[in-house]
């Protein structure tokens, strides 16, 4: 019943006992009559306005509209721009809303996206997740078009960029179970940082050398049991200070126990450099892990120092755990290796993006422009006033696996495309030629594939990798070199471990050594996406340069001013 039906019934029922009262039933006497009065109405109020936003196939709004339009919003002081955040009061409706137009705007293949209603799924990471291509690369390979998606907290995209020390040891692991599952889970040791208490020694041994298998951890099984929980407190520590107990199995069989204490570790870019004295010259060996912290710049520009000054004669740089970064510093990289004279004017890298956006770049609107190959500091780490070092050499040796990727791969394309000679040594990389700008909105960063990457002579179709020459891969983009698993058996930079020795072998002969097939074993996981097979549990395996991170993507950032 409405307002205006109670209002004219208890109007009827005043007027009903007047007349009642008033006697003379007949009487026309105007003293003695009642007149009825009928009352204005109540209008229907109008129903409430919404100012959510409506959706309609194939109809986008600006992504502007819907930007920094929060659930939840943030104050204080935004870390990526040193101002206030820009956040308001919004809603998860509104961030969905801003994904699918930002998708729209600056995703490569844009057309290839299902246009999904906003409303229809309620997790704002659930619906990004389905915002990309799902055709098949177009090489014929059969491969994923788009296996690269990616989102997290825009906190931990800040400290990674920033070279944040995390918590933990200084070991990188790498998780090589077979597939049946036979003799338990296989995790084993990649590398160490450098003066972190993973590489440190007791008792004159190092704690963590390069093959090394956990076997324990606090009394936790890691090769059958299924104490999840204790097996991840002691692998990955939660602060600095904790001590946990390890029982380990080094390559040649022997097992330890040992207490180690966590610290607050920081990766290096440049995690080791090597002056090889060999008969027929100096070899330098650069250990390059990862083009993403700002710091890498400075760390690349320290080992190229020391290079020039040794005045070396050839350089293999080992890439096989690189998973990329940004695009600046492999155009850097590129000059450190060639120098000026056989860069100059030559384009790093060109970005290609969707057919709607041309020749500009959509995340900023701005005219595309080529990525030289940069000779001075970019003010990452570096004032833009530092000339870069250089080994200024005709040829390098690069050290690859699967986990060579992006970054990494546009250095091995940049280099090709102005006619360089590149040598090959070790496996298949990724194949990721495509990259993004990192964009933030209300605390979460996204990483959608919003280019190509192509060189001076615009190639960039190798979606399937650079490989040895020797290789068996079709598909695959071909460099001279050889083909030689992982073994890690010896230590990075030791003459004799596989990868470099098969290098310094090429070097002076000028064809691939002959490798007997009962010494390469390969300790490359065969999958992926693998992380544990045994009984169902999963270990929370950080770092293994064989998973896809956020660290395996070409990244377009450029610094906005000079440290």
Not at 32 to 41: E, F, I, L, R, W
Not at 214 to 232: E, K, R, Y
Not at 234 to 253: N, S
Not at 537 to 557: H, I, K
Request: aromatic residues 10%.
């Amino acid at each position: 019943m409405t307002k205006q039906i109670k209002f004219l019934l208890a109007t009827a029922a005043s007027c009903g006992l007047l007349v009642a009262c008033g006697g003379g039933g007949g009487s026309s006497s105007s003293s003695n009559s009642v007149s009825t009065v009928t009352p204005t109405p109540t209008p229907t109020p109008p129903p409430p306005v919404s100012n959510a936003p409506t959706f309609t196939s194939g109809v986008f709004a600006p992504d502007s509209d819907f930007v920094a339009q929060c659930e939840t919003p943030r104050t204080g002081i935004d870390p990526l721009t040193d101002r206030a955040y820009a956040d308001s009061d919004g809603s998860n409706l509104l961030e969905k809303f801003w994904i699918r137009s930002w998708s729209n705007e600056t995703y490569l293949w844009n057309t290839e996206i299902e246009d999904r209603d906003p409303n229809s799924i309620a997790d704002k990471i659930a619906y990004f997740d389905l915002m990309k291509s799902n055709e098949l690369s177009e090489t014929g390979s059969g491969i994923p078009k788009d296996d690269f998606h990616f989102s997290e907290p825009t906190e931990d995209f800040v400290a990674r960029r920033n070279s944040v020390a995390e918590s933990g040891y200084g070991f990188r692991l790498t998780n090589v179970t077979p597939e049946d599952g036979s003799g338990g889970r296989d995790f084993r040791i990649l590398y160490t940082e450098p003066d972190s208490p993973a590489s440190a020694l007791q008792d004159g041994q190092v704690n963590f050398p390069r093959g090394t298998r956990i076997l324990s951890v606090d009394g936790a099984d890691l090769l059958f049991g299924n104490d999840i929980d204790t097996l991840n407190a002691g692998l990955f520590p939660a602060t600095a200070g904790e001590e946990h107990t390890f029982d380990v199995q080094d390559i040649d069989g022997t097992v330890r126990t040992f207490t180690i204490t966590s610290e607050d570790v920081a990766p290096a870019p440049v995690n080791r450099t090597e002056i090889l004295d060999t008969p027929t010259g100096k070899v330098g060996y650069v250990l390059f892990n990862t083009f993403s912290p700002f710091e890498s710049e400075t760390s690349l520009q320290e080992a190229f120092s020391e290079l020039e000054t040794e005045n070396i004669d050839d350089l293999v740089l080992d890439l096989r755990y690189n998973g990329g970064g940004l695009v600046a510093v492999a155009a850097q990289l590129g000059y450190m290796i060639a120098g000026g004279d056989r860069t100059e004017g030559k384009t790093a890298s060109l970005l290609q993006y969707n057919e709607a956006a041309g020749n500009t770049d959509p995340t900023s609107g701005e005219i595309v422009r080529p990525f030289p190959f940069f000779d001075t500091g970019l003010g990452f780490s570096l004032p833009t006033s530092t000339d870069l070092a250089t080994v200024d050499l005709p040829r390098v040796f690069i050290l690859t696996t699967g986990g060579t990727c992006s970054a990494s791969e546009l250095v091995i394309n940049s280099l090709r495309g102005i006619d360089y000679e590149v040598i090959m040594i070790g496996d298949t990389t990724c194949g990721k030629p495509y990259g993004f700008l990192p964009t933030d909105n209300c605390g979460q960063t996204y990483y959608t594939i919003q280019f190509r990457s192509v060189n001076d002579k615009g190639f960039g179709d190798y979606s399937d990798g650079f490989s040895p020459a020797d290789t068996t891969n079709t598909f695959s983009e071909q460099s001279p070199g050889c083909t030689v698993p992982d073994d890690i058996s010896k230590e990075l930079g030791d003459p004799e471990e596989a990868l470099l020795s098969a290098a310094l072998f090429y070097r002076d002969n000028d064809s691939c050594p002959i490798t007997e097939p009962a010494t390469a074993k390969s300790y490359a996981p065969a999958a992926k996406t693998r992380q544990s097979i045994v009984d169902g549990y999963e270990l929370n395996l950080r770092n293994d340069p064989f998973e896809t991170t956020a660290d395996s993507y070409l990244d377009a950032t450029l610094p906005t001013e000079t440290p």
